[in-house]
């Protein structure tokens, strides 16, 4: 480990032991959406993984919200002392199982040992992101965990170069690209500094309603009336599973929905069901 890395660790471990003490709740940094803001030049690019976000503050990991994740002790026991940030990931299409290892008091071994953490940023390491991604990859490089990696991050020379990864993130089963400014410090909130590039948007609304089903859904749900945090209100009729049209989400749950864009009035065009939103 060289002098310059070294002296990165020790400034983050100073800056941990503040924060640790200071914020209950981690200062995570989150994603707007890209609309060529900028020249992919300016950015380093990633694959967007559909997992759990996961904080390592340097003892234990915690959910976005701060709630402690009850991860068996060899699965964090070589983290290091500084703050990581990434998610808990277990293959793609399999959000809904991780999501409940997470939500375990006490989640079987077998079910942890399918589990990675995917680091995408060290926040305390000093620097800007091109820095701070080097540093934090050659360190857990050193760990020699196998459930343990740095998301690999790409430099694009053009948008064509963007497009074509994205398509083979897409191709494999990915959810789609993030974006990280090269230059920028780390600053909690939403920032501009990490975007999202997807081929849609997703958001979360509230179930009001239960609409009966028609057809080969007679005597299931047919849809769902949900109303947003802004108060819109629609329907969605598809993505659902006939298990989940006999059981439909309940009444006044969140769930997660899939849209490519809003209509006029400010609805959701082609909304499909993708998930209930678990608290965690």
Request: with cysteine.
């Amino acid at each position: 480990m060289n002098t310059k890395l070294i002296s990165w660790l020790l400034l983050a471990c100073l800056c941990q032991l503040q924060y640790t003490y200071a914020n209950p709740t981690p200062a995570v940094q989150l994603a707007k959406v890209y609309q060529a803001q900028r020249p992919v030049t300016h950015y380093l690019s990633s694959e967007k993984f559909d997992g759990v976000r996961a904080i390592w503050n340097g003892r234990q990991l915690l959910t976005r919200s701060g709630q402690p994740i009850n991860a068996p002790q060899w699965f964090t026991s070589a983290l290091p002392d500084i703050a990581l940030d990434g998610e808990l990931w277990a293959g793609y299409a399999r959000f809904e199982f991780v999501s409940a290892v997470v939500r375990r008091h006490r989640a079987s071994e077998q079910d942890w040992r399918q589990v990675q953490y995917l680091i995408f940023d060290a926040p305390y390491i000093d620097g800007a992101f091109e820095q701070r991604y080097q540093a934090y990859s050659r360190l857990i490089k050193t760990l020699g965990q196998p459930h343990i990696r740095a998301v690999k991050q790409h430099h694009f020379a053009t948008k064509a170069e963007l497009d074509d990864f994205f398509a083979q993130v897409l191709a494999r089963g990915g959810e789609g690209v993030m974006l990280h400014e090269r230059q920028a410090i780390h600053q909690s909130g939403r920032s501009s500094a990490i975007l999202k590039y997807k081929p849609y948007f997703d958001a979360e609304a509230q179930v009001i309603a239960h609409l009966p089903g028609k057809g080969k859904y007679q005597g299931m749900m047919g849809a769902i009336r949900v109303k947003t945090p802004e108060g819109i209100e629609f329907k969605i009729g598809t993505g659902f599973s006939d298990a989940q049209r006999r059981e439909p989400p309940e009444i006044g749950s969140l769930v997660t929905y899939r849209y490519q864009g809003v209509t006029k009035f400010g609805k959701p065009r082609f909304a499909r069901f993708l998930r209930v939103r678990q608290p965690l």
